[in-house]
């Protein structure tokens, strides 16, 4: 058994810095050393084991046990879900459904400005409220390639957009392992994250378009974006105060979407946006992308109808949809469903105080419950949809082949990622990263709020930083005299904006927009808005902390 420690330098300062090693390496080989993102993650991975066994001091077998561990939960169910969904376009694209779709979207719009609403925003959310993890930037940035967005606007903006929805993704899992973590009722932290984020479901449709097109490009469409940021934000408040985490998303998704179809049959702008690359930057990434060798078939695309070419997306949504739903899972995973305890690590580490109320053995337990991930409900919709678009298996199985081999580098990079992850997890690197956030004094409500963006950062999801941050911002905001429930809640809100540049949702951008390689790119465009909205955040829990308080009031 290992006890965690958090200053093993005897100087917490130096024992920040160095644990924040391997997370800089990464971001470093990324963005100005333009690795490619495997190998970048690789070495990352290097040097945290070494941080980690001759810094603090972990055994060196367990630092390697932690990392695999990291690599197993980064092939499933994250690898998983990008595999699949990539298998899925590549199937509507080969035979010319999405060319269809295409057309079909531009048919409600030719402004490409409400386009990347419709499709980044609003689509993208739904899928963020069904099953999250990865799914909405996966699909998105497929949707928005194919119509046409350069690499790095689809890649970027596919990232920018998946922000406000997080929190409630996945069917509200952050907000209960939130829950489960601090012991503060599940219905105090939905209400409170719902009296935070609704601002920002207004502002990110506004920040998504003025990103892509410019002031003067966003100022075009305003009523557009009015409508789909209200139509967002109300259902999110009313939602997550008066019903709970579960159904935010969907519910907010599905008035967002159809709020702004209607709208758009009445309200066109005047000047039409055709233009798919950034403003106002160099952006010439569609140079980058080497076109895939065409199928021998020519689809007749008179043949495909409309609701032909939106089928398979249907049918992912539901199939998402009923896989994201607790009660599939529980019933699916009583079929069979596989855990492993990883001997040497689980309940091998203890997290001491003041990380922890008191001392606790991690688990570490593989779960492989592959049959309810995500990821499976993606491909048995994948599956389904080709035999209805006409595919035999034998040629099902020669596509899934081919995808396969399209993505195996990022693979091995959100493996890798994932690695790191669980490395400083379970090392303690990200704890004292935490509690050099604690140590704030009167500034934590920006600081906590920082460090929820931080734990997404580094974790790739917002439960996970959940999970790792909850009971430290409980525990500080006790000792400061802040309510528990709003730094909990700010550490969830916070994260969200972590999202955007946390590596593993880079890779599944790359990946889902056939941009390999560029990933230093993405996380270059996308870095000022991710740290620019959490600071917005933070700003707006310090007025919630000391100059407003009755927004802490939470209605039952």
């Not at 105090?188 to 506004?206: A, E, H, Y």
């Not at 109300?234 to 159904?247: D, K």
């Not at 439960?463 to 790792?468: C, G, Q, R, S, Y």
């Not at 996308?526 to 955040?537: D, G, K, N, R, Y």
């Amino acid at each position: 058994m290992w006890q965690q420690i958090y200053d093993p330098l005897n100087s917490f300062g130096f024992s920040t810095i160095a644990a924040g090693i391997p997370v800089a390496v990464l971001l470093a080989a990324l963005a100005f050393f333009h690795m490619k993102a495997h190998l970048a993650a690789g070495l990352a991975l290097v040097v945290g084991i070494v941080i980690a066994a001759f810094v603090f001091g972990m055994p060196v077998a367990m630092a390697g046990k932690a990392a695999g561990y990291g690599i197993a939960a980064g092939l499933f169910p994250i690898g998983w879900i990008v595999l699949n969904i990539i298998f899925l376009h590549r199937l509507t694209t080969l035979n010319g459904y999405f060319k269809v779709l295409q057309n079909s979207i531009s048919g409600i719009t030719e402004d490409r400005r409400l386009q990347l609403l419709l499709v980044a925003f609003c689509f993208g959310a739904f899928f963020e409220g069904a099953a999250g993890f990865g799914t909405p930037v996966a699909v998105t940035g497929a949707i928005l390639i194919g119509l046409g967005f350069s690499p790095l606007a689809a890649s970027g903006l596919a990232l920018i957009a998946n922000t406000a929805p997080v929190a409630y993704g996945a069917l509200g899992a952050p907000v209960i392992a939130l829950s489960a973590v601090t012991g503060i009722d599940l219905l105090d932290l939905s209400s409170m994250i719902g009296r935070q984020l609704p601002f920002f479901s207004v502002l990110v449709p506004f920040w998504l378009i003025w990103a892509f097109a410019g002031f003067r490009g966003m100022r075009e469409i305003w009523p557009a974006i009015l409508v789909a940021g209200v139509s967002f934000a109300i259902p999110q408040f009313v939602v997550s105060n008066y019903h709970g985490p579960w159904l935010v998303d969907v519910i907010a998704a599905i008035v967002s979407m159809g709020s702004l179809t209607l709208f758009l049959k009445v309200w066109q702008p005047k000047k039409i946006w055709t233009s798919t690359a950034l403003r106002n930057r160099n952006d010439n990434s569609k140079d980058d992308i080497k076109p895939e060798p065409e199928s021998e078939e020519k689809p007749v695309l008179a043949s495909i109808s409309v609701a032909k070419s939106w089928m398979p997306w249907v049918i992912l949504s539901v199939f998402v949809f009923i896989w994201g739903t607790p009660f599939f899972k529980k019933a699916i995973d009583a079929i069979w469903s596989w855990k492993y305890a990883i001997p040497g690590l689980d309940k091998m580490v203890m997290k001491m105080p003041p990380v922890a109320k008191e001392p606790f053995l991690e688990g570490a337990v593989f779960n492989f419950n592959v049959l309810s991930m995500a990821g499976t409900g993606i491909l048995v919709s994948a599956i389904v949809a080709g035999v209805l678009m006409g595919y035999s298996f034998k040629r099902l199985l020669q596509e899934y082949w081919q995808t396969i081999k399209l993505v195996r580098y990022s693979l091995l990079t959100i493996c890798a990622m994932f690695g790191v992850g669980y490395l400083t997890k379970y090392s303690g690197l990200d704890a004292t990263l935490g509690l050099a956030f604690a140590h704030t004094g009167v500034f934590y409500p920006m600081f906590g709020t920082l460090l929820g963006w931080l734990g997404v950062a580094l974790t790739g999801s917002d439960t996970a930083a959940n999970v790792l941050f909850g009971s430290l911002q409980k525990t500080t905001a006790e000792q400061l005299g802040l309510p528990p429930v709003l730094m909990a809640s700010a550490n969830s809100s916070g994260g969200v904006m972590g999202k955007m540049i946390d590596a593993q949702s880079i890779v599944v951008a790359s990946t889902a927009t056939k941009w390999y390689g560029h990933e230093g790119d993405i996380l270059r465009y996308v870095f000022f808005h991710s740290i620019a909205l959490a600071i917005l955040v933070g700003f707006l829990v310090t007025l919630q902390a000391y100059v407003i308080p009755f927004t802490l009031m939470v209605v039952k």
